[in-house]
């Protein structure tokens, strides 16, 4: 079945600097790639999501790119701000197909330094 | 937009009882009820996948005894863990899908065992 690898599990940075989270799946039927934003005890937030008929797509300071024949993709967040501290989740499904099972990365603690 | 209305939000139960938890589409009709269940620290893990009409398929190492789903309406989810035990306290969140939005997030549920 579909697996979905993330990293880095954790990641601290200064405020105004990039961050890089990367993620790998396993099934190249896979199509739809978004990444939420879970704050504690509350239900994960789409923040960006990529199609597999894309390679980039940027909403603001978030990007998301897509590398297909790695299977790889990652999110980026520039010049970012304490409130971007959260545990950010990638995830993959066949949206569309008979299921469309959505399977989450381990997720990473992103902690953004004032 | 698309909105799944999850209940109760927190639940306290003896160990041995048993607990439903209720997921409704609000606004779209949920074909396909995911259900996850994510302990402290940890990943949204996928339990089953649900089916408006048809029987829950389960994952790997998930008890369909234990974990009993019904999807007996294109807006009504429910997964009933039956003989609670502590190891079964975690957060429990049901995501439906069928919405222009694609996978619509219940806002969860936290069952402690007790």
């Known amino acids: 079945g579909e697996n979905v690898e993330q990293h880095p599990s954790t990641l601290s940075v200064q405020e105004g600097d990039s961050a890089v989270i990367k993620c790998t799946y396993s099934?190249?039927?896979?199509?739809?790639f978004p990444w939420y934003k879970q704050e504690l005890g509350k239900r994960p937030q789409l923040i960006i999501d990529?199609?597999?008929?894309?390679g980039e797509k940027k909403d603001q300071r978030i990007a998301v790119t897509l590398n297909k024949t790695a299977k790889h993709f990652s999110l980026h967040i520039t010049e970012t701000q304490p409130e971007d501290s959260a545990v950010y989740f990638c995830?993959?499904?066949?949206?569309?197909?008979?299921?469309?099972?959505?399977?989450f990365g381990q997720g990473t603690t992103l902690q953004v330094k004032p | 937009g698309a909105v799944v209305s999850q209940h109760p939000s927190w639940v306290i139960c003896k160990s041995g009882t048993s607990v439903k938890i209720e997921c409704r589409s609000l606004?779209?009709?949920?074909?396909?009820m995911f259900w996850y269940r994510q302990f402290p620290k940890q990943s949204l893990m996928l339990m089953a996948t649900?089916?408006?009409?048809?029987?829950?398929?389960?994952e790997q190492g998930v008890e369909k005894d234990k974990f009993l789903i019904n999807h007996a309406s294109l807006t009504l989810s429910t997964l009933t863990v039956t003989s609670a035990h502590p190891e079964d306290s975690s957060f429990y969140i049901c995501?439906?899908?069928?919405?222009?939005?694609?996978?619509?997030f219940g806002s969860g549920t936290r069952l402690t065992v007790v």
């Open positions: 995830a993959a499904s066949t949206f569309g197909g008979n299921t469309g099972k959505l399977i």
């Open positions: 099934d190249s039927a896979s199509n739809y």
């Open positions: 990529i199609r597999s008929n894309v």
């Open positions: 606004d779209f009709q949920a074909t396909t």
């Open positions: 649900s089916n408006e009409g048809s029987k829950a398929t389960y």
């Open positions: 995501s439906g899908r069928g919405g222009v939005g694609g996978y619509t």
